[in-house]
């Protein structure tokens, strides 16, 4: 199997499940790891099985994301693999919807992501190297009633992956856009039926995308459980 061939990496909006378990996969590849996120209270106990260090951070916002890849480049060296797993979520009616609430769930899920993807390519492109990995969801392929507001920002990320990609691509960075397909397992939803996306398998699969070699690149990774019920 081809070994990793990265360092550094920061994960932004960084919690349990799915971060959680890519944190643990790469630190036991010995990648030194950074974890952001809005309250890294949550975070104690991982960082410190992890070995990771932590960051706070408000990733809508230009000046702290970019304090954020400072203080990481201090902490852990210029991260070479940048995950985000940030999203706003917010449910209702569309007549209904606060409009600001609306714009600050469309901030996080994409103006954040395209924040942090801007200073991730500042840092990989003198470098010609390093991967970007985006975590998307089935609202990025269909939008559900009540739900708009997600969908919206799951389509721009998808978007974003997509002119990313054909971008940074041939300058050595690999971006890649993962459609989380289904309802992920946790200890608030426990799976007895095996028909949930166990968090540890998602980030094997993110482990195997920054092990491809350039000449087979993925672009874009569907994860779904075995049993489909969509």
């Excluded at 995950?83 to 409009?99: F, K, M, Q, T, V």
């Amino acid at each position: 199997m081809t070994s990793l061939p990265y360092r550094s990496a920061l994960i932004v909006g960084a919690g349990s499940g799915i971060s959680a378990s890519v944190a643990r996969t790469l630190a036991a590849q010995g990648v030194k790891v950074g974890l952001a996120a809005r309250n890294t209270e949550k975070l104690t106990a991982l960082a410190a099985e992890t070995g990771a260090a932590t960051f706070q951070v408000d990733a809508s916002d230009p000046t702290a994301v970019a304090n954020l890849f400072e203080a990481a480049d201090a902490k852990i060296g210029e991260p070479d693999v940048v995950i985000y797993n940030a999203s706003g979520r917010l449910r209702g009616p569309i007549a209904e919807l606060d409009p600001a609430a609306v714009a600050q769930a469309l901030a996080v899920t994409a103006y954040g992501a395209f924040l942090v993807t801007q200073q991730a390519a500042k840092r990989m492109l003198p470098h010609g190297r390093g991967a970007i990995l985006l975590t998307g969801a089935t609202a990025g392929i269909k939008g559900f009633a009540l739900s708009a507001p997600f969908a919206m920002g799951k389509f721009a990320l998808r978007g974003l992956a997509q002119s990313a990609a054909r971008e940074l691509g041939p300058n050595g960075i690999h971006v890649s856009h993962f459609v989380i397909d289904g309802a992920v397992r946790s200890t608030r939803h426990p799976d007895t039926d095996d028909n949930t996306l166990d968090p540890d398998a998602i980030a094997q699969s993110y482990l195997d995308v920054l092990r491809q070699p350039r000449s087979a690149w993925s672009l874009e990774v569907e994860l779904r459980p075995w049993i489909e019920r969509f």
